[in-house]
Structure formats: structure tokens, C-alpha cells
């Protein structure tokens, strides 16, 4: 790797002010100062700024426990973003992996590896997400069979040319409900409830595939996931 990329990389300096400050003398590669961007540094190679010594983030992986009121976009809008809440450096390069709306809570996985968050949203996968549904209306008797019996079937959502894909709806009591989908439309658990005559009050993600959200996590409380969680995708 170029030195001038490696210091972008490691630090907030932007290409030229990496030029910069190596044509300033403030950067060595093992303890020689290097003026020429061009210099070629691996992970062997002690990299240093100011005397501070550099190193490479690498992948990152992070559970999140999105609290309302949080956007998962990286466009900055009147909510503050997930990304804003996680004290990792160089946090702008974890990509939310399946978006919630602001109002949404629960579940978020973030990284910047492009090909593990691939295999959790390509619609080829149809890796299962588990969301908990409160209602403005109560479900019961026939009206709750019926509610059961479409999702299972698919629904077709206004302004869409095919049916949902098969999901799994338990009721837990008439106005609370636990919905398994397989793909990840727009709004569209809200969509869903609102073709069937209802109203979506809160929602809350439990899980994404084998990945179930941290009991220990607090609203707005991060971690990063295990090995095992890694390599459940």
C-alpha cells in the first residue's frame, strides 16, 4: 500500500494533506522520515504521525441497539445517526446492514465489510428477520385467522406488482404480534398491517438470521459481534 493512502486510511488526513505533512517531515516508516507519498508500507512497517504510531482499523463487525428517534442513513437529517452513537475510529465506514425506520427499534447490524453484509440483504438469501409488533387495533377470532392465513399466503402491497413472500405472524395477545419475513421491502411490516385494515404503534427487530439482538444492551448501546456471530453469515 501507497504511505499516503495508508495515512488516509489510519488518520483523517485527506491525500493531499497526507502529502503534506510527509513534505512537513512528520511521518516515518520504522523510524526513517519519508517524504515520498509513493513509499510502499505493509502490516510489517511501523508507521508513525507526530510520533504517533499508526495501524490499519481492518473489518469490523458491530451489534447496535437502535433506540427510536435514530437514523440508519449516513445523510445527515434532523435525527442523529447510529453512527453517531458507536466510538469506533474511522465510524463512517460502517455501513448499516438492513436499515429500521427512526421510529423502528431493536436490532442493527453495522460493517465495513461489503461482502459479509451482502450475504445478510441479498434477496437470494432470504435470511429471516424477527420483528415485535404492537397494534393500534386488536386482533381476534376470525379477524385474527384471516391476518394469519395472508401473511402466510403474501400479501400485495399498494403500489407493488407481486405479493410479499410467505411470513410467519404469532399472535402473542390481541394487540401484539411476532412477524417473521424473509425479504425487506420498503415500510414493509407497516404496509403489510395496514393492508389487512390495522395500524403499526411500535415495532421493535429481534433478530436477523441467527443473530438475536443482546439482552444486555441498553437502547443506544453497542458491541462488537463474536466470532461466531461472524461466521453465522
Not at 488516509?8 to 512537513?24: G, I, N, Q, V, Y
Not at 510489517?44 to 473489518?59: A, H, K
Not at 466510538?87 to 453495522?110: F, I, N, Q, S
Not at 386482533?139 to 410467505?166: M, Q, W
Request: aromatic share 6%; hydrophobic share 40%; charged share 30%.
Amino acid at each position: 500500500m501507497r504511505l499516503d493512502k495508508f495515512l488516509c486510511e489510519t488518520t483523517d488526513l485527506t491525500r493531499s494533506l497526507a502529502k503534506k505533512a510527509m513534505h512537513r517531515e512528520e511521518v516515518s516508516v520504522d523510524g526513517e522520515v519519508v517524504k515520498n507519498p509513493a513509499t510502499q508500507v505493509d502490516a510489517q512497517s511501523r508507521v508513525q504521525w507526530l510520533g504517533q504510531s499508526l495501524e490499519l482499523v481492518g473489518l469490523r463487525y458491530v451489534m447496535f441497539h437502535k433506540p427510536s428517534g435514530v437514523e440508519c442513513t449516513a445523510k445527515r437529517g434532523l435525527y442523529p445517526l447510529v453512527t453517531d452513537l458507536i466510538g469506533l475510529p474511522k465510524v463512517e465506514r460502517l455501513k448499516v446492514v438492513g436499515r429500521l425506520d427512526v421510529d423502528t427499534t431493536g436490532l442493527v447490524l453495522l460493517s465495513d465489510d461489503g461482502q459479509w453484509s451482502h450475504r445478510i440483504t441479498s434477496p437470494r438469501r432470504h435470511c429471516a428477520k424477527v420483528y415485535r409488533v404492537q397494534l393500534a387495533e386488536a386482533l381476534t377470532g376470525a379477524a385474527a385467522e384471516r391476518a394469519v392465513v395472508a401473511f402466510g399466503e403474501g400479501i400485495l402491497l399498494d403500489g407493488e406488482d407481486k405479493p410479499t413472500r410467505p411470513a410467519e405472524l404469532v399472535l402473542t395477545s390481541p394487540r401484539e404480534a411476532r412477524l417473521t419475513l424473509h425479504e425487506g421491502k420498503y415500510h414493509q411490516v407497516k404496509r403489510m398491517f395496514a393492508a389487512i385494515g390495522n395500524h403499526v404503534e411500535t415495532l421493535h427487530r429481534e433478530s436477523i438470521g441467527d443473530i438475536a439482538l443482546d439482552p444486555t444492551l441498553a437502547p443506544g448501546e453497542w458491541r462488537e459481534l463474536s466470532d461466531e456471530e461472524i461466521d453465522a453469515f
